[in-house]
């Protein structure tokens, strides 16, 4: 089997489900209960004035 077809055989089986379990595992992390503090901490960096 050539490295090519090797390497499409694993994107196409094993990399889509790694990428979509990585895709389900980010919406979690975001979604997770007591996260909102955070978001909103991090939404308010940029009118923050700075500091010397």
């Known amino acids: ?5 090797a390497m499409r055989h ?3 089986s094993w ?3 790694g990428m979509t ?3 389900v595992g ?3 992390f975001t ?6 503090k955070h978001a909103d901490t991090a939404a308010r960096i ?4 700075d500091k010397p």
């Open 21 to 23: 379990v990585f895709f």
């Open 10 to 12: 694993f994107a196409d």
């Open 46 to 49: 940029p009118f923050e004035d």
């Open 1 to 5: 089997m050539e490295t090519y077809t």
């Open 31 to 36: 979604l997770r209960p007591g996260s909102k």
């Open 26 to 28: 980010v919406v979690l």
């Open 15 to 17: 990399g889509l489900l």
